[in-house]
């Protein structure tokens, strides 16, 4: 079993509609990490977050530690939030560990 | 305003040839990272700094060595590609453990 999982691998949604990506991990963190990777494949730091819930714009991250699960909203999509997104941990070890990301395409 | 840069953006080599990756930072981070990504696959750590003059093995050292003379520099050396090796690499910094990361643009190194 993956120490990181996210759900769904694809999804792909309408302009305008409310989005949820979830991240499930088995290890004891120091802090979860939100990444977006766009097509073009550069990589940017969404949030990161040890405990409750942080917004940025349209974006909204939250995370429940006794469930050891997290969840990346977004409000009003647009096409212009496609691109994959990555749930990392930073465990005490010095170490990040991420999930496979979820592909998230919107359409017009 | 750059960030963390990486050098080359791109690489073709043959099997048995070496190279060297470079990243670097200004951001005066502490901790620099090199991750491997391959399709279908989650981002997996090769080697880890803490500081200059400190290095670690991440999940996937095998086939790669680095270095961080200064601390806004981290290379990754292949010393002897193989096939296996071809993946897009990524650099990245933080300043300390837990606090936000940086991407460097990543490199596409292709082994043939």
């Known amino acids: 079993k993956n120490e990181v999982e996210q759900s769904p691998q694809n999804l792909t949604a309408q302009e305008g509609e409310f989005i949820t990506i979830n991240c499930s991990y088995s290890?004891?963190?120091?802090?979860l990490h939100w990444l977006q990777q766009h097509p073009g494949g550069g990589i940017v730091s969404l949030f990161m977050l040890s405990s409750g819930k942080k917004k940025h714009g349209r974006l909204i991250a939250t995370i429940n530690i006794q469930e050891k699960h997290s969840s990346l909203h977004i409000t009003a999509s647009h096409p212009r939030d496609s691109a994959v997104y990555i749930c990392a941990v930073g465990g005490r070890d010095d170490k990040i560990i991420f999930g496979k990301g979820t592909r998230l395409h919107i359409l017009p | 305003n750059a960030g963390v840069t990486q050098t080359p953006k791109f690489r073709v080599l043959k099997t048995g040839q070496s190279m060297t990756l470079l990243c670097a930072q200004d951001?005066?981070?502490?901790?620099m990272y090199w991750y491997r990504q391959d399709p279908g696959m989650g981002l997996r750590l090769i080697h880890y700094s803490v500081g200059e003059g400190t290095t670690a093995k991440g999940e996937v050292p095998d086939g790669y060595n680095v270095s961080r003379l200064k601390k806004q520099n981290f290379l990754l050396g292949l010393e002897s590609a193989a096939p296996s090796q071809t993946s897009v690499y990524f650099c990245?910094?933080?300043?300390?453990?837990?606090?936000?990361?940086?991407f460097g643009s990543g490199t596409r190194l292709t082994v043939v």
């Open positions: 951001m005066n981070h502490e901790y």
């Open positions: 990245a910094s933080s300043r300390r453990l837990g606090t936000g990361y940086t």
């Open positions: 290890v004891g963190i120091s802090a």
